[in-house]
């Protein structure tokens, strides 16, 4: 299970950290990542990291202004987000990839991020 928090409403160029605590069957999974959808378009890929560390791999929207970290003691995924912009608002869903599968099967229920000009 995933539980993903700190959405909110931000000014442009505000940062805001959001939080994933992940529950369950932790020791299969291989990587965990970030997602978003905004209103009217299809869900896209943010970021992620092996749940173990590792180098994250985002994607080139976000590269340089977001960073993932994942704190194992505490079965927590971070996405820190710096100079945000409008067209970071999105719905964001954190996402866990089984080890060895390819895919993302487990996700949270998504936070909203809205960020006004």
């Known amino acids: 299970q995933l539980q993903a928090s700190g959405g909110g409403s931000v000014q442009a160029g505000d940062s805001l950290r959001l939080s994933c605590v992940v529950s369950?069957?932790?020791?299969?999974?291989?990587?965990v990542g970030w997602f978003r959808q905004a209103p009217g378009k299809a869900r896209e890929f943010v970021g992620a990291?092996?749940?173990?560390?590792?180098?994250?791999l985002y994607a080139d929207s976000v590269r340089d202004r977001f960073t993932i970290s994942s704190a194992n003691a505490k079965n927590t995924l971070y996405l820190l987000m710096n100079s945000l912009k409008p067209e970071d608002t999105a719905v964001y869903y954190c996402?866990?990839?089984?080890?060895?599968?390819?895919?993302?099967?487990?996700w949270g229920q998504g936070t909203l991020v809205t960020v006004s000009s």
């Open positions: 990291i092996g749940w173990s560390g590792g180098r994250a």
């Open positions: 996402a866990a990839e089984p080890v060895a599968t390819g895919r993302y099967v487990w």
């Open positions: 369950g069957r932790t020791r299969s999974i291989g990587r």
